[in-house]
């Protein structure tokens, strides 16, 4: 099972320690905003399928703006940054992302199902893998982000924590559903 490890990297020495402590990626938020050029150092020096950038995105308020806007958020989404989501995942690609982790603060722990909004916006403005995470309640959830939301694959916590679904129920489901899985 390839496993990502991310929280508290810092720095180059950080994410090579991970790596050679056996994590296959590191995914980095914080530092990424705060230093980007530590994506462009990180994937040229370990590739870019090592380099997984998260973004945590909340939506900013604007009943007069028919065009939805999100904001990144740092520092375990304590901290807003003021980066437009959008404009950040393709600078982060730009500069080597391997692949955007996408959680949406207004849907995380919901169980109401993923951001589709985001997740699509986000997939459609870069050429690498989004991962959605956020607000998974059934399978039909897993379904709709996948398809509707064109994300590449979907994070879920609550739910296998829990004993609601298991991987293999929402494997089984995806598949019935003719959704690619592995």
């Not at 390839?2 to 530092?31: E, H, M, Q, W, Y």
């Not at 404009?87 to 589709?116: H, N, R």
């Given at each position: 099972?390839?496993?990502?490890?991310?929280?508290?990297?810092?720095?180059?020495?950080?994410?090579?320690?991970?790596?050679?402590?056996?994590?296959?990626?590191?995914?980095?938020?914080?530092?990424?905003?705060?230093?980007?050029?530590?994506?462009?150092?990180?994937?040229?020096?370990?590739?870019?399928?090592?380099?997984?950038?998260?973004?945590?995105?909340?939506?900013?308020?604007?009943?007069?703006?028919?065009?939805?806007?999100?904001?990144?958020?740092?520092?375990?989404?304590?901290?807003?940054?003021?980066?437009?989501?959008?404009?950040?995942?393709?600078?982060?690609?730009?500069?080597?992302?391997?692949?955007?982790?996408?959680?949406?603060?207004d849907f995380d722990g919901t169980?109401?199902?993923?951001?589709?909004?985001?997740?699509?916006?986000?997939?459609?403005?870069?050429?690498?893998?989004?991962?959605?995470?956020?607000?998974?309640?059934?399978?039909?959830?897993?379904?709709?982000?996948?398809?509707?939301?064109?994300?590449?694959?979907?994070?879920?916590?609550?739910?296998?924590?829990?004993?609601?679904?298991?991987?293999?129920?929402?494997?089984?489901?995806?598949?019935?559903?003719?959704?690619?899985?592995?």
């Amino acid at each position: 099972m390839p496993f990502t490890v991310g929280g508290g990297i810092r720095d180059i020495d950080d994410i090579r320690d991970l790596l050679n402590a056996g994590a296959d990626k590191v995914s980095i938020n914080t530092a990424a905003v705060k230093c980007p050029e530590l994506i462009a150092q990180a994937s040229s020096k370990f590739g870019s399928q090592c380099i997984v950038v998260a973004v945590d995105a909340k939506k900013i308020p604007n009943p007069k703006s028919k065009v939805q806007k999100w904001e990144v958020y740092i520092n375990g989404g304590r901290t807003p940054t003021g980066l437009d989501v959008l404009d950040w995942v393709k600078q982060a690609a730009d500069l080597g992302a391997g692949e955007i982790l996408l959680t949406s603060m207004d849907f995380d722990g919901t169980k109401d199902g993923y951001d589709l909004e985001l997740t699509k916006a986000v997939a459609e403005k870069v050429n690498i893998p989004v991962i959605a995470s956020g607000g998974a309640g059934k399978l039909e959830d897993f379904e709709k982000v996948l398809t509707q939301g064109k994300a590449d694959a979907a994070l879920a916590a609550s739910l296998f924590h829990y004993g609601e679904y298991s991987v293999a129920e929402v494997k089984t489901y995806l598949r019935q559903k003719k959704v690619r899985v592995r």
